[in-house]
Structure formats: C-alpha cells, structure tokens
C-alpha cells in the first residue's frame, strides 16, 4: 500500500524552528518528484515547496524562500521540509505530496497533514 | 505571485450537472497543464483530473476536465451527495519569477 506519513508539527513560538519529516512507503521513493503543500486553517490550499527525484532541483515559493529548505533522503525514503524563523503567518496543516516525474504538477498521493502552531 | 480565479461556491441538486471555473492567465494555464482536486471535509486533497481532462484510475467518469485559452472548467455530472466538498484547480506557473504552482482559491460545492 502507498503511504505517505508526515511528522514533526507542533507548537512553537514565532522565530523558532522545526523539521517536518514525510516517510514513504510503498512505491520507490526515488522515482518520484515530491512537494509540501500547506493549508491554514479555514483556508485554501498553498503549495510551499517541491524537489526532484533525485534532490538535484528544488523550488519554493517566495513567502517561504530563506527561510524553508525541502530536502530528501533516498536511502531512508524519507522527504523533509526545514522551517527556519517561524512566522504566525506559517500557521498551518503541512502535507506532503507525490508528483508522477511525467505528469508535472499531478500530486497524486498525499499524506494525512502534520499540524504546525506558530504562537507565543 | 499571479493567480487563478475560482468562484468560491457552487451548487446543485442530486442528478445535475455542475460546472467550476478556473481563470488564469498566459504564464500558468495558458501554457501549462491544469489538475484538479477534491478535499472532503476533515480529509486530505485528492487528484481528480490531471493534465486538464485525465482521470486517475478510480476517479468516476462523472467527473470531466476542459482547458481553453487561460481558463479551465471542472464538470460534474449526475451530482451525488458525496461530491459535496471543496474544489482546487492548480497549474505550473512560468512566470520571470517562477516557476512556482499555483492553486485556486477553492470553490465550495454543496449538494442541495
């Protein structure tokens, strides 16, 4: 079964840091493109960052450049997102997401969200 | 960054045909390809439609996608109650400042 398994949300004050992890399982991790997408809640949906198979390309959007670095691990078929001085703005549910390498933009398993609080 | 447009709400009766809009402009879905999701309350997004009017295995065909010009629709025909949820266009944008994805803002769908 494909899975995707996010972890490392939680509570943390504005200017903190925190590490998301995804683990993966199910398909062969190093085939896939993959992206972390975001969503405030009662919000809508924002894509945050993306990464190519093999780690060579990654792309984030500019709310978020400076400041989160996705990155991967192959061996450990795990993706990470590494969130660096925290804003309240941040505050959101972090999903991670697979990208078939030939169907650009196409996320077509995610996991079930890691929550992420930004507040004092 | 630019965006697409998507009227925050639709609805319909069982059995009628709906339709979502989703405007953008040169740089994203002018020249790129447009997917579609459905969120369900309380759960994660779900591909819908890929590359403007492709469905992934296990997606009813009730469910069809167009692309014309800048501007994509979401059709759903036979509406059922399970197809209430929150609906997001998305597409590549190529922009001087991009690449980056962009999603819709979402439309509500409600099954009358």
């Known amino acids: 079964e494909v899975q995707l398994v996010e972890s490392g949300g939680g509570l943390i004050q504005p200017g903190g840091s925190l590490r998301l992890s995804c683990a993966v399982s199910g398909f062969t991790f190093s085939s896939y493109w993959m992206v972390w997408v975001r969503q405030a809640p009662g919000k809508g949906l924002m894509w945050v960052s993306f990464i190519k198979n093999d780690g060579s390309s990654t792309i984030s959007a500019d709310s978020v450049k400076g400041r989160f670095t996705i990155s991967r691990d192959n061996a450990k078929n795990t993706l990470y997102l590494q969130m660096n001085s925290l804003r309240a703005e941040d505050t959101a549910l972090y999903y991670c997401?697979?990208?078939?390498?030939?169907?650009?933009?196409?996320?077509?398993?995610w996991g079930q969200g890691t929550l992420v609080l930004v507040s004092s | 960054q630019s965006v697409l447009t998507q009227p925050p709400s639709a609805s319909g009766t069982p059995g009628q045909r709906v339709t979502i809009s989703c405007s953008g402009s040169s740089s994203n879905i002018g020249k790129n390809v447009v997917n579609w999701y459905q969120q369900v309350p309380g759960a994660a997004p779900k591909l819908l439609i890929y590359a403007n009017d492709q469905r992934p295995s296990g997606v009813p065909d009730r469910f069809s996608g167009s692309k014309s010009g800048t501007s994509a629709s979401l059709a759903i025909s036979g509406l059922q109650s399970e197809d209430e949820a929150d609906y997001y266009c998305?597409?590549?944008?190529?922009?001087?400042?991009?690449?980056?994805?962009?999603f819709g803002g979402g439309t509500k769908l409600t099954v009358l």
């Open positions: 997401a697979r990208n078939p390498p030939t169907i650009l933009g196409a996320f077509d398993v």
């Open positions: 998305a597409a590549w944008d190529d922009s001087l400042n991009g690449p980056y994805v962009l």
